[in-house]
């Protein structure tokens, strides 16, 4: 099974400011690697697939990075309505696999 | 526009079984993999089951295998997850969510969720 390790676990940011989190592979995954978006009491939604691709919708202070085993999403410019939970995913290998998560909150 | 309805969820026994429902709209069914993904009470997400377009083929969670069976009709736009053997930790929300091709991919879409409490 490939292990996803997602970093920080909680992360305090400004509204503005510039918010990165990791997500590290125990194997590589090549670019098969998704990032979701969940809000409290809501499904969650895909932000990044292929590594680096935005989904439809998805404004542009969203960004994708990585191959391999170590990938990153960073948020450009923190919006109020970007705090949330950040999950990654891994769709390279069955099982498929999910990080645990990065609480991303006001500071 | 792409809808996914869950529904089936509710109370159970230690067990006992239920069958999930996943009622799909605003996309050819048949041309997409599709899956069902948890999350348990304030935790995070986990794969559970997937299938390929037909259905002839599906994949499931260790935590799941041989308690659990993914379905499909085609003709129905509709997903199934059949849940035997319920346990405790099998309580969660159950999402259904498509996968953004046929061959497998992310999810590019998700329902709104069912929720699955297994208590005594």
């Known amino acids: 099974e490939v292990v996803m390790t997602q970093s920080p676990a909680t992360l305090s940011v400004s509204p503005g400011e510039r918010a990165t989190v990791s997500c590290r592979a125990s194997q590589s995954v090549s670019s098969s690697l998704a990032w979701y978006q969940q809000k409290p009491g809501q499904a969650p939604r895909l932000l990044i697939y292929?590594?680096?691709t935005r989904a439809t919708g998805i404004p542009a202070r969203f960004s994708g990075s990585g191959s391999g085993t170590e990938f990153t999403l960073t948020i450009s410019s923190l919006q109020s309505e970007d705090f949330a939970v950040y999950y990654c995913h891994q769709y390279s290998n069955w099982p498929l696999t999910f990080g645990g998560g990065t609480k991303v909150e006001i500071k | 526009e792409v809808q996914l309805l869950e529904s089936g969820g509710g109370l159970v026994q230690p067990g006992g079984s239920l069958r999930l429902s996943c009622a799909a709209s605003?996309?050819?069914?048949?041309?997409?993999?599709m899956a069902w993904v948890r999350q348990a009470p304030g935790k995070g997400l986990e794969w559970v089951s997937a299938?390929?377009?037909?259905?002839?083929?599906?994949f499931y969670a260790d935590s799941v295998k041989g308690r659990f069976t993914i379905s499909r009709d085609n003709s129905k736009n509709t997903l199934y997850l059949q849940m035997n053997s319920l346990r405790d930790e099998d309580t969660a929300v159950y999402y259904c969510?498509?996968?953004?091709?046929?061959?497998?991919?992310?999810?590019?879409?998700w329902g709104q969720g069912t929720l699955v409490t297994v208590s005594s």
């Open positions: 299938t390929t377009t037909s259905g002839g083929s599906t």
């Open positions: 292929g590594a680096s």
């Open positions: 969510a498509k996968r953004i091709s046929s061959s497998g991919g992310s999810f590019d879409y």
């Open positions: 605003g996309f050819t069914f048949s041309s997409y993999a």
